[in-house]
T-cell receptor, first 112, second 114 residues
Framework: SQQGEEDPQALSIQEGENATMNCSYKTSINNLQWYRQNSGRGLVHLIL?????REKHSGRLRVTLDTSKKSSSLLITASRAADTASYFC????????????FGQGTTLQVKP | NAGVTQTPKFQVLKTGQSMTLQCAQDMNHNSMYWYRQDPGMGLRLIYY???????DKGEVPNGYNVSRLNKREFSLRLESAAPSQTSVYFCASIESPATNEKLFFGSGTQLSVL
């Protein structure tokens, strides 16, 4: 079964607005990663947060991790039409070295 | 650098036919992975190779075989294709499994089994 579950499944916003996506997981993790997939393309790594970190920033991206709730969120600020894509969380379990388990993804549409 | 290269990009098979999906990476990564992506299911791990000479089953290995030919290449074989194997297949690599960090993905193979 999938380790991560994402919410919402789909999100539609206007350019300039912020987009927030959530990811929940079931077991203890080593780290949690977010990936982006443009239509018809492979996934691209965005950001990684380790289990001992609570928040991380990269440009317009902000990721939080709450290990007590087994959840993470990805915030994209000041969204652009080019941010339109699917976003996936992936977890690396402490006991499963080398295997990343992906969530089902959130499809984001940013309207110009 | 090309990164992770997958061939072919598209393939149509008839039920029962066999084929091999090829994957090569030029980043000197130790670990390589095969995932399948189905609508509403996210990515599911089929097989992975933590290092040259080793392979292990992932979440959905039935109906597939793999070969880690050398450090660069990791192939996925469907011996007798079934309609349930219609999917988009992604190969990925990572520098070291110990760090579990940052998978690099190929652009995918879209496979249809009729």
């Amino acid at each position: 079964s999938q380790q991560g579950e994402e919410d919402p499944q789909a999100l539609s916003i206007q350019e300039g607005e912020n987009a927030t996506m959530n990811c929940s997981y079931k077991t203890s993790i080593n780290n949690l990663q977010w990936y982006r997939q443009n239509s018809g393309r492979g996934l691209v790594h965005l950001i990684l947060i380790r289990s001992n970190e609570r928040e991380k920033h990269s440009g317009r991206l902000r990721v939080t991790l709450d290990t007590s709730k087994k959840s993470s969120s990805l915030l994209i600020t000041a969204s652009r039409a080019a941010d339109t894509a699917s976003y996936f969380c992936a977890t690396a379990r402490a006991s499963n070295t080398g295997k990343l388990i992906f969530g089902q993804g959130t499809t984001l549409q940013v309207k110009p | 650098n090309a990164g992770v290269t997958q061939t072919p990009k598209f393939q149509v098979l008839k039920t029962g036919q066999s084929m091999t999906l090829q994957c090569a990476q030029d980043m000197n990564h130790n670990s390589m992975y095969w995932y399948r992506q189905d609508p509403g299911m996210g990515l599911r791990l089929i097989y992975y190779s933590a290092s040259e000479g080793t392979t292990d089953k992932g979440e959905v290995p039935n109906g597939y075989n793999v070969s880690r030919l050398n450090k660069r290449e990791f192939s996925l074989r469907l011996e007798s294709a079934a309609p349930s194997q219609t999917s988009v297949y992604f190969c990925a690599s990572i520098e070291s499994p110990a760090t579990n960090e940052k998978l690099f993905f190929g652009s995918g193979t879209q496979l249809s089994v009729l």
